[in-house]
């Protein structure tokens, strides 16, 4: 390739046990737990809807390890959403959910970080929420661990803390649309491809973090995921 500007650097997230997963897109999806639908003024009996973030949002933070973003621009208010985070390892389109766990390649513990101020005017103005949720950094990772180790992740705890006290907390087996159903839908509209992640969406107790704040969310059978704001 005689690329005329530097070629930009892959993203990549390691895997626990070894090897690092390259990433081509960030898919997320909105509200999808009751309770946290709830909180941000929705019924929670919405259909799926999906947004993005650049693959290059990531921060990818090793097993045991603190990772670091700094507060960003334009916002006051940095919310946590605390997510289970899927990787594809084998693409598709119209994937049925009873075959989507063929699709997977592993689970991570993964942060939706929010500028829910700039995503809040969007939303008054019916703009598209890029500025509040596609921004550099916005993407902390863990390690992604194998599903052939863990099998189908469909229950357990998820929950977040902010310098040790307790901010969202609930179960996997709350999902409002389960992991299967949302691959499903996700590749009816976009063709999946290995690389590709999907944040799963967040329990409720979202809320601001500020410069100095380190956060800790855990996911049972994938560990934490420390990142402190600087
Ligand atoms: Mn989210």
């Known amino acids: 390739m005689n690329a005329v500007i530097p070629a930009p650097a892959q993203a990549t997230v390691p895997v626990a046990g070894g090897g690092v997963f390259p990433v081509r897109r960030i898919y997320c999806v909105g ?4 309770e946290h639908a709830q909180e941000m003024g929705f019924t929670g009996r919405e259909p799926p809807f999906f947004f993005m973030k650049p ?3 990531v921060v990818a933070v090793a097993e ?3 990772g670091v973003i700094d507060y ?4 006051q208010n940095l919310h946590h959403e605390i997510e289970l985070v899927v990787a594809i390892g084998a693409g598709g389109r119209d994937i049925a959910a009873a075959d989507a766990f063929k699709h997977i390649y592993g689970y991570a513990v993964g942060l939706d970080m929010t500028r829910r101020d700039l995503q809040g005017e969007m939303k008054k103005q019916g703009r598209p929420w890029c500025i509040g949720k596609g921004f550099d950094q916005s993407a902390p990772i863990g390690p992604i661990h194998a599903a052939s180790a863990s099998g189908e992740l469909s229950r ?3 929950t977040l803390a902010v310098n040790g006290q307790p901010r969202q ?7 409002i649309w389960k992991v299967g159903e949302i691959i499903e839908h996700l590749s009816r509209a976009w063709v999946l491809a290995p690389g590709d ?3 799963t969406g967040t329990p409720a107790g979202v809320a601001a973090v500020l410069a100095g704040d380190v956060m ?3 996911i049972e059978g994938l560990g934490s995921l420390r990142v402190a704001v600087r």
């Open 216 to 218: 800790l969310g855990a």
């Open 72 to 75: 960003p621009s334009l916002t």
């Open 197 to 199: 992640l999907i944040f």
């Open 169 to 175: 907390a609930g179960d996997l087996s709350q999902l």
């Open 156 to 158: 357990g705890a998820i």
């Open 64 to 66: 045991g390890e603190t």
């Open 55 to 57: 693959a290059d949002a």
């Open 31 to 34: 509200r999808n737990y009751v």
